[in-house]
């Protein structure tokens, strides 16, 4: 499945399951606690994001009617900066709740 990127796989006997998955070139690990599973995850998530920056190529006619090719949308740039503080920040169960709560409550998608 080309769409498929990675398969974690979480069970209880981590040496069972090692054997098998190394056939596998998706399967990227076995884990036996949900904590390793959540930051095996954030860690894929943050190279997939870094590894999707946009890059525009633009011809010297079209730079020279540009003003300034330095400023950055702003919806853009402060997207990235909200996601990179949610990937690289430690939280605990406690703020997850808080903070799916407050999408909850405002409608935030």
Same mark, same amino acid.
């Given at each position: 499945m080309p769409q498929l990127d990675a398969i974690y796989i979480f069970c209880s006997n981590k040496s069972r399951h090692q054997e098998w998955t190394r056939n596998w070139k998706k399967v990227k690990g076995v884990h036996t =606690?949900?904590?390793e599973v959540c930051l %095996? @995850? $954030? @860690?894929t998530v943050k190279q997939c994001n870094q590894d999707s920056i946009a890059v525009s190529f633009i011809t010297?006619? $079209? !730079? %020279?009617l540009t003003d300034n090719l330095n400023q950055l949308e702003?919806? /853009?740039m402060y997207t990235q900066i909200f996601k990179e503080i949610l @990937?690289? !920040?430690e939280y605990g169960k406690q703020a997850i709740k808080? /903070?799916?709560a407050y999408c909850? =409550? =405002?409608n935030a998608m």
């Open positions: =606690n949900i904590d %095996a @995850l $954030q @860690l010297e006619k $079209q !730079m %020279a702003p919806t /853009f @990937l690289d !920040m808080q /903070f799916t909850r =409550n =405002n």
